[in-house]
């Protein structure tokens, strides 16, 4: 454990994909890291995204060319890195009398599209007429449909998944990462940054730790971050919030993914099969209150459903017929008029004249992390005159993708889980899901399962808080195994886990009650009441 008077190259405030991405890139450069979280890895702005590894094709309409680009490329480098995690994904386009966007704007976006990621290993775009259209997706409106595009992008099913691999590997390459250790202050001393006050998240004891540079990287909360400070600042984050809303299979629904122009406003918003549900969203409107506390409102909602009942008119997609909903508050730079739309999705890493030494991440996007790591990692080598060797992520693969061709061989031959359970193992951990074998394999206890269609392995639920840094019951369900993101919101298997975690951690009675009733809340949060 990190103790008062520790020193590190980097201290990294914040635990979302970018601050763990910034980790991975500068413990693996070989610099002295230290990142703290005040909540668990991965879950503000990260966990409540759309779950795309996409291009940003609707960037092209504000001309941002060079954030197209960037997109292309580290989407193609992130199926190469995670491919358990990311995933081609076919988007169908469909286009309308009336649209905003034509046929012919369209066809020269997708174009432009394919150019912009002449190297990929996706194919290109299809235009297609009105049958043809039909002909692939029968549950579409046809009244008024003109055509459309079909291409592809890629998805991140979960989302949560992917930041806990980039802390792994921070943790591998020899970062010191803390989640619910949240910094107290930040020491400025004649225009330098020198050290952060934080609880320690495993002690609950208070620390300080001297820091060469600080790197806030508090998403939404970047502001915050700062105020620790204690120094003048202008307001940087305007951030918007974006709702989705998840719903079970429905008459009518798309075998792919659609991208749609809304009829209400002409916002772009997505249907996509995610997870053996679809996920619909998101909207895009200013926020200006507690990002942990953000959630999808009734007229969000009500837009969403009568968008995608437009789409599809055999839906019929009603309230009742919502799993969960969820929103998220993405960490935009503050502008004080203009479309949210309009808003570049662009990062921007900010220093801060009269504290040298300390900077900020200000937006980026779920698509563009490592790139976003590799570029402010360069700029502490430089700028803090560091030793450290050149960047290696776009070579070397998440701990989940090492070895993965020869490990999805060997584990679909295991003896101790059903197909479904191995497949399921295998797409959240990847060639990790070896470790949970073997841990399964050592006690009776390890070997059980917990959940009704015997594809949870209690092993599992040691694991994830043996090597994966969970601490409780919302992080076991929502950010390791992924039960929590179930239709029920694993309602079937809160038990089970609940048992085997107490035994793990120690939990008395008291404690175990206390966790459920944590988890309970949580999930009413998601729940339309």
């Not at 679809?278 to 968008?307: C, H």
């Not at 030793?387 to 070397?396: D, L």
């Not at 090597?467 to 239709?487: C, Q, V, Y």
């Amino acid at each position: 454990m990190p103790g008062s008077g520790s020193h590190y190259d980097v201290i990294i405030v914040g635990g979302g994909i970018n601050g763990a991405g910034i980790a991975r890139d500068a413990a693996m450069r070989g610099l002295d890291v230290l990142l703290l979280e005040q909540n668990d890895f991965g879950s503000g702005t990260s966990s409540w995204s759309s779950r795309l590894i996409h291009g940003g094709l609707r960037y092209l309409e504000y001309a941002e060319f060079a954030l197209v680009y960037e997109s292309l490329r580290e989407r193609r480098i992130l199926q190469r890195s995670a491919p358990h995690l990311v995933k081609s994904i076919r988007l169908n386009i469909p286009v309308y009398e009336g649209s905003k966007r034509g046929m012919l704007l369209l066809r020269a976006g997708m174009i432009a599209y394919d150019l912009l990621s002449w190297r990929k290993s996706l194919p290109r775009h299809r235009v297609l007429s009105r049958d043809e259209f039909l002909q692939n997706e029968p549950g579409v409106r046809s009244k008024g449909l003109r055509g459309g595009v079909q291409y592809f992008d890629a998805q991140a099913t979960f989302a949560e998944r992917l930041v806990v691999e980039n802390i792994i590997a921070a943790a591998e390459a020899g970062a010191i990462v803390r989640n619910y250790s949240p910094v107290t202050a930040i020491d400025i001393e004649e225009g330098q940054v020198r050290s952060v006050h934080y609880i320690d998240g495993e002690s609950g004891a208070q620390c300080r730790a001297g820091a060469t540079v600080v790197v806030n990287a508090g998403g939404p909360w970047v502001d915050q971050v700062l105020s620790k400070a204690g120094l003048p600042m202008s307001q940087l984050m305007g951030g918007t919030k974006g709702s989705h809303v998840i719903v079970g299979p429905f008459a009518g629904a798309p075998k792919d993914a659609f991208y749609i122009e809304a009829q209400a406003d002409a916002r772009p918003l997505f249907i996509i099969p995610w997870n053996s549900q679809y996920l619909i969203g998101t909207t895009d409107l200013r926020y200006e209150g507690d990002p942990a506390q953000a959630s999808a409102s009734r007229a969000e909602i009500r837009y969403l459903l009568a968008e995608t009942n437009r789409i599809f008119p055999q839906a019929r997609l009603r309230e009742r017929n919502i799993n969960f909903a969820y929103a998220g508050v993405r960490p935009l730079p503050y502008r004080s008029a203009g479309p949210e739309s309009a808003i570049t999705r662009k990062h921007i890493i900010r220093r801060h004249q009269n504290a040298k030494g300390l900077l900020s991440v200000i937006g980026g996007k779920l698509t563009t992390y490592r790139n976003l790591a590799e570029q402010i990692t360069d700029r502490i080598v430089r700028r803090c005159g560091l030793k450290a060797g050149q960047c290696r992520t776009r070579e070397v693969n998440l701990p989940g993708a090492k070895d993965l061709q020869a490990a999805n061989g060997q584990l679909r031959d295991n003896e101790l889980l059903t197909a479904e359970g191995t497949e399921r193992l295998l797409r959240i951990y990847g060639s990790r899901a070896g470790g949970i074998l073997d841990l399964a394999r050592q006690s009776a206890e390890s070997i059980a399962t917990v959940d009704p269609k015997k594809t949870i392995l209690a092993a599992e639920i040691q694991f994830v808080i043996r090597h994966e840094f969970a601490r409780n019951l919302i992080d076991i369900l929502h950010r390791r195994t992924m039960a929590g993101l179930s239709p029920d919101l694993g309602a079937s298997v809160t038990k089970g886990v609940a048992a085997v975690a107490s035994a793990e951690l120690g939990w008395d009675e008291r404690e175990t009650e206390r966790q459920l009733q944590a988890l309970e809340n949580y999930n009413g949060r998601l729940k339309l009441q």
